[in-house]
Each structure stands twice: as structure tokens, then as C-alpha cells.
């Protein structure tokens, strides 16, 4: 008698719907911790601060006044015109509450705009260094990523040009991330608009614009694609609370897009998940009108860990740090280390030097090859300074002894 086999069940998106390196290296991290090892990790995104009071206060009130039933699909009405005035008034985007939908999460925004315009046989432009959820999504509804590489030296921004060169009759979209995890690059007006140009000389083309970031930037100034002459036809831009409010654990996150792209977003939301948390919506207003201050501290205080861990990297011979003018990643090129010999590892890729610096030097980062750029690491630095100080003595006394 045969034996069932629940694993022969699955198919291959499931197989290939995987994290992989984050995940992996995160998990490593704590195993480590679990067995008595003192290791920092450097490998989650998330804001190491707890939500704002005000915002924790609107969620509980809203909660007491009964909001604890079922939102409608795309969003509460409130928060939708909400957010219309918050994109017109911060981005300079022109979208009507009804072209805004909400979503437990950018992550399943992304998802519910890429399911309702990319299936099989449509290429999609991913400029990597990416998040690679996108990948994962774009494989998902049948489409084929299409990678395009910058280097750290173009700070991580693929040149107009070369997007130029890789668009074909079956490119249906360009995913753009400003600023971007995992590099940290934000695309200046002048770059976005040399990508405008490309995108109106192809009528087939649109542009998911993910501005998730754009509470966390040092240097330089927030641009949305969407506000370019002509892009907002064209583009499909995503935010959420995640990052900016320290909501990782909310789970709210929307997109807004010319209205019958977002009325499909709606149908996807509807079928995969229905509405958005009520109260966590209810919060999401205050968050978005009440004061800033707390958003403002969050952004001083990784702007001085940016500093600490571009100080700590620069001191790092053989390292190429980059810029970071926004975000808590940093991406540092260290392909002129990879080939190394470290007692018995052979360090020929990130994923052996992530390996190696974590078991030998206990300090957790993720392999380049998570992101699409395989001669890099990240970094998180949405952690304490301390924690900060100590990864980078590590690396330093780690990595410097390979040079
Ligand atoms: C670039 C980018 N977009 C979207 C997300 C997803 O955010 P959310 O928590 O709202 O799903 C992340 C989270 O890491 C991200 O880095």
C-alpha cells in the first residue's frame, strides 16, 4: 500500500512563494540565541519602536464605540477621503476616495494590484536590488519578472536607459521602489521624470510606485512617480502605516489607482480576504491627521544609526558602502571580499559570508541574493545603538581580517 503524501500535493507556486534568506537568516539568529549565543540581528524590517499612543488610543476608542465588524471591501469611506487629501496635499497625487483601496498590508496591496493586471505571458520590470515579495507576486499571477541590475556606484538606480532597452511588446509593468528596501536609494524628481518619459512612449505600460518608505528619509526629498506630468493614469501607487507609524503588526497598507484598476483591487481584496480591519482603519485616521511628532523623533533617531552603521562600514576596507539617504537598511557591496578563505569556509558567495559571520562573529544579516543582487548584504538598523555598536566592532574585527 502506497503511502499518502501530503508534500506530492503541491504545486509549484506554493513551493516557490518563499522568503527564503530573510527568513532563513532570522530563523538562524534565534536558534543561536536559543543555544546561549549573544548574536545581534540585522536581518528584520521592521521598526524596532512601539506604535505612537495617539494612534494605539484611536484603536482602542474605536473598538469601545463597536467598530469590530466587518469593513466594507475597499476601505471605510472615512479613511478613503482621508487618504485621498493626505496623497494630494504630502505627494501631489490627484486620487478620489473611490480609486483607494485598502488592504491588510502594502504586501497584500501589491498582490491585489499585480493579480488584477499581470498573468501569463506579461513581463514585469523588477531594478534590482528589490524586495522580493514582488518577485514572489509577479510569479504568482504568471508573469515573468524581468531583472534589471544597478550597481552601488549608480547608487542602486537602474539608469532610464537601460529600462528603455528591456521594455518589449509583452511589458506590462515596472515596479519602482522609493525609497527602496533594500538599498535605501530615493529617485530624484529629475530621475522619476526621465522614467515618465520612457513609460508615456508605451501605452501598454504602468508603474506600481511603492512609497512605503517615505516617512524615513535623511537626505533628499520625497517624489511620487504618480505626480509626474501625465503618470497618474499610469500608475498604480502603494503606501501603508507599517514603517512611517511603526505599525508593522496592524496590517494595514492600501493602493490607489485610476478607478477601474482599483475597483479590480477591490474585487481580489474581497475575494481573498474582505475588508481591512474596522479599528485598525479607525486608528489609521488618526495616525494620518493627528501629530507627527513621533514620526519625526523615528526618523532622527535612524538617521543617527545611519550615521553610526555608514561610519562603522566605511572603516571596513574592501566594503562599498553606498549612500543610505533614506530607510533602516543599508546594502553594503562586498562582492571584492567574496573568494575569501576563513580557516574552513570557503566565502564565495553573500550566503557564505552571511553564514560564516553569523556563526563565527554572531552577527545576522541577509545575503544579497534575497534581493536580487548577489554581491551585497543587508542590514537592518531598526535596532538600538548599542546593538548597533556592537554589530559593527564585529563585522569590522570579521570582515576586516579577510581584506
Ligand atoms: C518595500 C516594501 N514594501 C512593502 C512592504 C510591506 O509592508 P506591510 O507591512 O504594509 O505589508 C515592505 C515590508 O517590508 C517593504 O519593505
Same mark, same amino acid.
Given at each position: 500500500?502506497t503511502?499518502?503524501?501530503?508534500?506530492?500535493?503541491?504545486?509549484?507556486?506554493?513551493?516557490?512563494?518563499?522568503?527564503?534568506?530573510?527568513?532563513r537568516?532570522?530563523?538562524? $539568529?534565534?536558534?543561536?540565541?536559543?543555544? @546561549?549565543?549573544?548574536?545581534?540581528?540585522?536581518?528584520?524590517?521592521?521598526?524596532?519602536?512601539?506604535?505612537?499612543?495617539?494612534?494605539?488610543?484611536?484603536?482602542?476608542?474605536?473598538?469601545?464605540? @463597536?467598530?469590530?465588524?466587518?469593513?466594507?471591501?475597499?476601505?471605510?469611506?472615512?479613511?478613503?477621503?482621508?487618504?485621498?487629501?493626505?496623497? %494630494?496635499?504630502?505627494?501631489?497625487?490627484?486620487?478620489?476616495?473611490?480609486?483607494?483601496?485598502?488592504?491588510? @498590508?502594502?504586501?497584500?496591496?501589491?498582490?491585489?494590484?499585480?493579480?488584477?493586471?499581470?498573468?501569463?505571458?506579461?513581463?514585469?520590470?523588477?531594478?534590482?536590488?528589490?524586495?522580493?515579495?514582488?518577485?514572489?507576486t509577479?510569479?504568482?499571477?504568471g508573469?515573468?519578472?524581468?531583472?534589471?541590475?544597478?550597481?552601488?556606484?549608480?547608487?542602486?538606480?537602474?539608469?532610464?536607459?537601460?529600462?528603455?532597452? #528591456?521594455?518589449?511588446?509583452?511589458?506590462?509593468?515596472?515596479?519602482?521602489?522609493?525609497?527602496?528596501n533594500?538599498?535605501?536609494?530615493?529617485?530624484?524628481?529629475?530621475?522619476?521624470?526621465?522614467?515618465?518619459?520612457?513609460?508615456?512612449?508605451?501605452?501598454?505600460?504602468?508603474?506600481?510606485?511603492?512609497?512605503?518608505?517615505?516617512?524615513?528619509?535623511?537626505?533628499?526629498?520625497?517624489?511620487?512617480?504618480?505626480?509626474?506630468?501625465?503618470?497618474?493614469?499610469?500608475?498604480?501607487?502603494?503606501?501603508?502605516?507599517?514603517?512611517?507609524?511603526?505599525?508593522?503588526?496592524?496590517?494595514?497598507?492600501?493602493?490607489? $489607482?485610476?478607478?477601474?484598476?482599483? %475597483?479590480?483591487?477591490?474585487?481580489m481584496?474581497? $475575494?481573498?480576504?474582505?475588508?481591512?480591519?474596522?479599528?485598525?482603519?479607525? $486608528?489609521?485616521?488618526?495616525?494620518?491627521?493627528?501629530?507627527?511628532?513621533?514620526?519625526?523623533?523615528?526618523?532622527?533617531?535612524?538617521?543617527?544609526?545611519?550615521?553610526?552603521?555608514?561610519?562603522?562600514?566605511? #572603516?571596513?576596507?574592501?566594503?562599498?558602502?553606498?549612500?543610505i539617504?533614506?530607510?533602516?537598511?543599508?546594502f553594503?557591496?562586498?562582492? #571584492?571580499?567574496?573568494?575569501?578563505?576563513a580557516?574552513?569556509?570557503?566565502?564565495?558567495?553573500?550566503?557564505?559570508?552571511?553564514?560564516?559571520?553569523?556563526?563565527?562573529?554572531?552577527?545576522?544579516?541577509?545575503?544579497?541574493?534575497?534581493?536580487?543582487?548577489?554581491?551585497?548584504?543587508?542590514?537592518?538598523?531598526?535596532?538600538?545603538?548599542?546593538?548597533? @555598536?556592537?554589530?559593527?566592532?564585529?563585522?569590522?574585527?570579521?570582515?576586516?581580517?579577510?581584506?
Amino acid at each position: 500500500m502506497t503511502l499518502f503524501d501530503p508534500a506530492a500535493l503541491l504545486v509549484s507556486r506554493s513551493k516557490t512563494a518563499d522568503e527564503g534568506a530573510i527568513i532563513r537568516m532570522s530563523q538562524r $539568529a534565534r536558534e543561536l540565541r536559543t543555544k @546561549g549565543v549573544d548574536v545581534v540581528s540585522l536581518t528584520l524590517g521592521e521598526p524596532d519602536f512601539d506604535t505612537p499612543d495617539n494612534i494605539q488610543q484611536a484603536a482602542t476608542e474605536a473598538m469601545k464605540a @463597536g467598530f469590530t465588524h466587518y469593513s466594507p471591501v475597499m476601505g471605510i469611506p472615512e479613511l478613503r477621503a482621508a487618504l485621498s487629501r493626505k496623497l %494630494k496635499s504630502e505627494n501631489g497625487l490627484d486620487y478620489s476616495a473611490n480609486e483607494i483601496c485598502l488592504a491588510n @498590508g502594502a504586501k497584500q496591496a501589491i498582490a491585489n494590484a499585480i493579480l488584477s493586471i499581470i498573468e501569463q505571458g506579461d513581463e514585469v520590470i523588477m531594478l534590482a536590488p528589490f524586495w522580493v515579495s514582488y518577485e514572489i507576486t509577479v510569479r504568482f499571477a504568471g508573469g515573468t519578472p524581468v531583472v534589471l541590475h544597478a550597481s552601488v556606484e549608480e547608487n542602486y538606480k537602474v539608469p532610464a536607459s537601460r529600462i528603455a532597452a #528591456a521594455i518589449t511588446p509583452k511589458t506590462k509593468l515596472i515596479v519602482l521602489n522609493s525609497p527602496s528596501n533594500p538599498s535605501g536609494a530615493v529617485w530624484s524628481k529629475a530621475e522619476l521624470q526621465a522614467l515618465a518619459d520612457i513609460v508615456r512612449a508605451h501605452p501598454h505600460l504602468m508603474v506600481l510606485s511603492d512609497e512605503i518608505y517615505e516617512y524615513i528619509i535623511f537626505d533628499g526629498a520625497m517624489n511620487s512617480f504618480g505626480a509626474m506630468p501625465g503618470m497618474r493614469e499610469r500608475t498604480i501607487t502603494v503606501n501603508g502605516f507599517s514603517k512611517g507609524f511603526a505599525m508593522t503588526g496592524w496590517r494595514l497598507g492600501y493602493a490607489a $489607482a485610476p478607478e477601474p484598476i482599483a %475597483k479590480a483591487m477591490g474585487r481580489m481584496q474581497s $475575494a481573498i480576504t474582505a475588508g481591512a480591519n474596522q479599528f485598525v482603519q479607525r $486608528a489609521a485616521i488618526a495616525a494620518l491627521e493627528g501629530p507627527r511628532d513621533a514620526v519625526e523623533r523615528m526618523r532622527k533617531e535612524y538617521q543617527l544609526r545611519r550615521d553610526m552603521v555608514l561610519g562603522g562600514l566605511n #572603516a571596513i576596507p574592501g566594503i562599498k558602502a553606498g549612500q543610505i539617504p533614506a530607510t533602516f537598511y543599508a546594502f553594503p557591496d562586498v562582492s #571584492a571580499l567574496l573568494g575569501s578563505k576563513a580557516g574552513n569556509h570557503l566565502l564565495y558567495t553573500t550566503d557564505a559570508l552571511c553564514d560564516w559571520l553569523l556563526d563565527e562573529h554572531h552577527v545576522a544579516t541577509v545575503p544579497g541574493s534575497a534581493f536580487g543582487a548577489p554581491g551585497s548584504i543587508r542590514l537592518s538598523f531598526a535596532c538600538s545603538e548599542a546593538e548597533i @555598536g556592537k554589530a559593527m566592532a564585529r563585522m569590522q574585527k570579521g570582515l576586516g581580517s579577510l581584506a
